[in-house]
């Protein structure tokens, strides 16, 4: 990877939110991407324990200066879990480091529905779109099935897949929004023809942490689906 490109991979229970037994079972995973030179990155899907993953940016010596949202599930945001459970995310970030909020403006409405958020708190964006965190871009891939706005972003080497793509699976299609023939799409098409060099960074630790991409198209059966 490149000198200057910054990531950290952040399991729940494990790196942060540790002790909580319902975020160690969710097994999610937060992401910090940036700029080791400038000392800035972004954080993906912020949940859980903000101030235990804020803490972990500010030990390697970045500032956060945005988020991004890979979907509106409160598992990776915050909110509501199942009417059972209340998990901090993006209004505890604002709270305690205020920065931008990205998300593809097909999932603005789920991101305001479970966090409460308003339009203002929300910068919107379509696929190809990129957010930068220092001199290090990465790009919005729309990937719909999950969710509507479900998206990947494609940075340097890295391809952080939220619960769009697992190493051996992908996520479910049967909640609300979710859209069989849209991630059928996804996978096969939108996400299949990306380099096989590519290494991928899914949401949950669903089936192992990383691996490259070519790999998972090897050995994932939802991406040879016709």
Known sequence: MDDTFYVRQLRAGRDFALGNQAAGQMANFVYLVGDKVKREC????PAW?????????????MKVTGALVTHYHPDHIGGSLF?????????TLLAL?????????????????????SDSDLTK???GDKVSAGDVELEFVHT???????????CKQA????????????????????????MRKSLTQRLMSLPDDLVVYPGHAYGGES???????????????T
């Open 83 to 91: 009417g059972k459970m209340h998990v901090e995310g993006l209004t």
């Open 144 to 154: 719909p099935g999950h969710t509507p706005g479900s998206s990947c972003f494609r």
């Open 42 to 45: 972004v954080v993906i899907d």
């Open 97 to 117: 480091n205020p920065c931008p909020i990205h998300c593809h403006e097909a999932e603005a409405h789920g991101v305001k529905k479970v966090t409460s958020l």
């Open 211 to 225: 691996a490259p991409l070519g790999w998972v198209k090897q050995n994932n059966p939802m991406m040879r689906r």
């Open 125 to 127: 964006h379509v696929g």
């Open 49 to 61: 324990d903000v101030r235990g993953i804020l803490d972990a940016a500010k030990t390697d010596g």
């Open 159 to 182: 391809l952080v897949a939220g619960d769009t793509l697992f190493l051996t699976s992908c996520g479910r299609v049967d909640l609300p929004g979710g859209d069989p023939e849209e």
